[in-house]
């Protein structure tokens, strides 16, 4: 048997368990033959390799439209390329089983070395698809289950139209907003693009918010057992209660009318409801925690999980949407329950008779997507780093929080009268704590609050208090909550829609958004640049293009590609030659100056590691530039105008060669960035 896996680390795993020796680019023993991709072997051509014209970027050669799509060879991996397609020849004929990561992206990486093998009978290949980290009972079990690999062809489907369509998407829409503006180019993306319209449009909101005052009039009832709450004044007007922005003189006569007065009446709905805790984590839930704990970016969570799977072997594997375990897992979750209870305290909360087939907020295979959910598989050793700790910490708190009880409480809605004004306030009384017994106080931000219980006859109002407010806009989006929409985004009528991207591709579309200088982060919130903004007018001007930056629109396609893979690139292509052939007006893009060259007088931008001098292209060229870090200090834009009118930065905290700190301003002097020391 020949077994093709994704990654060097998982054929080692595959060639121990089974006993194969390692050769030069594969593993071969006991009957198997086991070799290994190193990612994506193969890529889409470059344009110029269909045409050479193309190698020139020129508006009149848009759209860029292959009749048939090739590959080449990545050039960093050539001879394992080699190596690969040689071995699949050789054995095309035998069993051959397929052990790419179990997913679409994994998928795709199988079928194009398949493709380039040039195999088309694939009758006798099975695929291996597994969730549970490589162990040698995982690996056995997983190649005596495997399924014909024909039964994957809608997801190799789904896996080839999305990756040409976003080739079509980037080559031509990169050009046509690149072509008469300065590098670097405006790289424009199906996904990324509409993520970053949904960044640049809460920056929007928030800047063109209009903050307006308002006033609450807090109340405190106290019951005859001494038990107190808090209520807010309705007003009349509005039927709101708290909310106040005009009629003050209501709201003081109220002061002045009830304080000290007991309750004339009381109105009273109370519901019983039961709050089950979170569903066990996907890779975007561990991205969230991770980010909103630790501070982590979504790309290095990733990486993290991707260790603990692959190297420590302590966790399912990462890259999955789902957030249940199958109908079959019960006995998995089980045993992993019993290994591990001994390594959390959280596990004294959990009550084991959850863990049974007939509880669907663990178990459901209806909800289940090419892999279960996050689970950890074993301890995680003493090898582990310190950030590969934090991030198992999470999975394993998620692990035994979900099978704890629900948390039971009445939600009591009260109304109470006094003379003519109404106090509301909804509190909950706990009924069963439940899985928040778990929780530790500063954890829980509760809006609502809890008591075991409240009398709420003949209560009477002890105290009040004014509160000076101002209503807020949306917060802004930080790494965290944007992964929480691109999960769930929302449309103009607040529909729910499609996610944008994959779990495992939404890191990547962040990471690149920020690489192409369209985002930047300052305290952890995120604001679109000067350049993500000037991508986003230039394409509003196009009435197609504009599309591109419609989070409805991107879902939509999102949606159509999981129906028909075949339609959804046909579209594509259709959308891609219309939009370029449309034509719009079209600006060129100017970046801040941030002052005047001190060797040549023109204007100093802002660029990826630096700012620089923004004739450089000219002839004789300009070398003035600044790095963006000197001496392990950070230089700032309003450093880089204090230099350029002859003013010296505050102090740095530097290192020297040797690592040894030490402190001094930065100053130019002939055109190049001195140290100025504390005399």
């Known amino acids: 048997m020949l077994i093709l896996c994704e990654k060097p680390s998982v054929a080692k795993d595959f060639a121990t368990a089974l006993g194969a020796s390692g050769k030069k680019g594969y593993y071969e023993g006991a009957g198997y033959i086991i070799t290994y991709c190193v990612g994506h072997l193969f890529e889409l051509n470059p344009p110029e390799t269909y045409d050479p014209r193309y190698k020139k970027w020129s508006l009149s050669d848009l759209p860029i439209i292959p009749q048939e799509f090739h590959y080449t060879v990545n050039t960093s991996t050539a001879e394992q390329a080699t190596k690969v397609k040689a071995l ?87 050009r046509y907003m690149s072509i008469g503006n300065p590098p670097p180019a405006f790289s424009v993306g199906r996904v990324q693009t509409a993520v970053l319209a949904a960044v640049a449009g809460r920056n929007a909101e928030i800047k063109n918010f209009i903050p307006e005052p308002y006033k609450e009039l807090v109340a405190s009832v106290q ?112 045993e992993k329950f019993e290994l591990l209870k001994e390594f959390s305290p959280l596990a004294s909360f959990c009550d084991v008779s959850l863990i049974a087939a007939s509880n669907n907020h663990i178990f459901n295979s209806a909800q289940l997507e090419d892999h279960h959910a996050l689970i950890p598989l074993s301890s995680i050793p003493e090898t582990a780093s310190e950030k590969e700790r934090n991030v198992y910490s999470i999975v394993l708190d998620s ?16 109304r109470f009268s006094v003379l003519v004004y109404t106090f509301t306030s909804t509190i909950h009384e706990v009924i069963q704590p439940g899985w928040k017994a778990s929780k530790q106080k500063e954890d829980e931000l509760e809006d609502v609050a809890e008591v075991s219980s409240f009398n709420e006859q003949g209560c009477f109002i002890n105290a009040f208090s004014i509160l000076e407010k101002k209503t807020e806009p949306k917060k802004e989006f930080a790494l965290d ?11 103009d009528e607040n529909q729910k829609l499609a996610g944008l991207g994959t779990p495992a591709t939404r890191a990547d579309i962040i990471k690149t958004l920020f690489s192409r200088e369209y985002l930047i982060e300052q305290k952890k919130k995120l604001s679109v640049t000067d350049r993500g903004l000037f991508l986003l007018e230039q394409l ?11 989070v409805s629109n991107t879902t939509q396609w999102e949606d159509r590609l999981n129906d028909n893979p075949d339609s959804f690139l046909k579209e594509i292509t259709e959308y891609v030659s219309l939009c370029v052939t449309s034509g719009s ?33 000219d002839d004789p060229k300009c070398s003035f530039f600044i790095w963006k870090t000197i001496a392990g200090a950070s230089v700032s834009p309003a ?41």
């Open 639 to 679: 450093d880089v105008k204090l230099l350029l009118i002859g003013q010296k930065t505050s102090l740095k905290k530097c290192k020297n060669k040797d690592g040894k700190p030490f402190e001094a301003a930065f100053i130019l002097e002939g055109g190049k960035v001195v140290f100025k020391f504390k005399k």
């Open 88 to 174: 699949l020849k050789r054995h095309s004929d035998d069993e051959v089983l397929v052990a790419t990561d179990a997913g679409r992206e994994g998928e795709l990486i199988a079928r194009i070395v398949l493709q380039e093998a040039g195999i088309k009978d694939i009758s006798r290949f099975r695929r291996f698809w597994v969730s549970e980290a490589l162990t040698k009972e995982v690996i056995i079990s997983g190649i005596q289950n495997a399924k014909p690999l024909a039964e994957y062809n809608t997801l190799s489907a789904q896996g080839f139209a999305r990756q040409k369509a976003d080739w079509l998407v980037g080559m031509n829409f990169t």
């Open 223 to 334: 019951s005859k057992e001494g038990i107190t709450i808090k209520a807010l004044l309705e007003n009349p007007k509005t039927g709101k209660a708290s909310f106040f922005s005009s009629d003050y003189e209501y709201l003081h006569q109220a002061l002045e009318n009830c304080n000290n007065k007991p309750i004339d009446s009381v109105d009273v709905t109370s519901k019983e409801k039961k709050q089950k805790p979170e569903k066990l984590l996907n890779i975007t839930g561990l991205q969230k925690a991770a980010f909103k704990r630790f501070g982590y970016k979504p790309e290095e969570t990733l990486n993290l999980a991707q260790a603990l799977y692959e190297t420590h072997k302590c966790l399912s594997y990462p890259r999955t949407p789902s957030r249940v375990m199958g109908d079959n897992n019960v006995d998995l979750f089980r």
């Open 540 to 550: 509003s001007k196009n009435e197609h293009l504009s599309k591109m930056a419609d």
């Open 585 to 617: 007006s079209r600006s060129s893009f100017q970046a801040e100056s941030l002052g005047s060259c001190p060797l040549c007088k023109k204007p100093v931008i802002e660029t990826k590691n630096g700012f620089g001098c923004s004739g450089y292209k």
């Open 399 to 414: 692990f035994f929080t979900v099978c704890m009880p629900d948390y039971i409480y009445n939600e009591k809605s009260l």
């Open 481 to 491: 909550t944007l992964l929480a929409f691109m999960e769930h985004p929302k449309g």
